[in-house]
């Protein structure tokens, strides 16, 4: 017999309310021995009904994934016709843009369109495929890698043979470096994106095609509109010198303002044209017109005339 320790209700002579105290009680081998039979029948139970909710979780994924189908062809046609915009969404994620040097964003660039293709049950696997433009590097139209699991049911993969023309094998590359000596030394670089092909190791764990399928493929458009940073900070220097330059074209108007009441356009108003960089709008050159001491800044397009409340 072993002994199980619990509390047990003892009644005090002084006062009605029950005491606690603690005492032993003892199970046998064979009470045991039943209480696990019973608690792995409910595990049973329990198992059951995660394998159920995974059936028809799955029904619902294949009744949903049927459904996007015909919006992810619509989608493929309009992005084709943004240049570049599946190398600018690789650049843009930050795990993608890790394995990419600059020869593999080259290569990226005659890049048209990208499917992402899962199988009828889903768990048994994927296929991602690349299109590619007529390109320098290789003679493939298409580059496919598929995931699926093999007779064993363990995850396998299986892709496109890249040929590459003469000279351009990414996967091979080797770089020069100068010594001091003036000698060229070489060096290999860290693997090209498209070794991802011809790797085979570890299927089950292939990061960058879970990537593409579970977050780029599904949302593409959040990762090529990521703005630039670069291009940010300098777009904002940019801005500071133009305020700048206005604060001293405001202090030169202020000095000159009796010159500026002298000249006198057609219809009697005093008109100065001053022009300056604003990329945010994407012109190169705008106008402030000072007309009768009212500044109006051009705002739709260079040619535009504005009101005297500023409003195009």
Known sequence: LKPYLRTCPATSPRRQAPLERLCFVTFSEKEQQ?????????????????????????????KYNKLRQPFFQKRSELIGKIPNFWVTTFVNHPQ??????????????????????????????????????????????????????????DPSSKSTEIKWRSGK???????????K??????????????????????????????????????????YYLVPDMDDEEGEGEEEDEDEEG????????????????????????????????????????WEIYLVEANIKIGCSSPSSICTTNNNC
């Open 96 to 153: 993608v843009s890790a394995l990419l040097g600059e020869e593999d964003e080259e290569a990226l660039h005659y890049l048209s369109r990208v499917e992402v293709t899962e199988f009828e049950d889903i768990k048994s696997g994927y296929r991602i495929e690349f299109y590619f433009d007529e390109n320098p590097y290789f003679e493939n139209k298409v580059l496919s890698k598929e995931f699926h699991l093999n007779e064993s049911g």
């Open 169 to 179: 094998d990414l996967t091979k590359r080797v770089s020069q470096s100068q010594t």
């Open 181 to 222: 000596g003036g000698r060229k030394r070489q060096h290999e670089e860290p693997e090209s994106f498209f070794t991802w092909f011809t790797d085979h190791a570890d299927a089950g764990a292939d990061e960058l095609g879970e990537v593409i399928k579970d977050d780029i493929w599904p949302n593409p458009l959040q």
């Open 34 to 62: 039943e209480a696990i039979e019973h608690i792995d029948e409910v595990q049973n139970e329990i198992d059951r009904l995660i394998e159920s909710a995974s059936e028809e979780i799955l029904k619902v994924e294949q």
């Open 246 to 285: 206005l604060e001293d074209i405001d202090e030169e108007g202020d000095e000159d303002g009796e010159e500026d009441d002298e000249d006198e356009g057609e219809d009697g108003e005093v008109t100065s044209t001053i022009w300056f960089r604003l990329q945010d709008f994407g012109f190169s050159i």
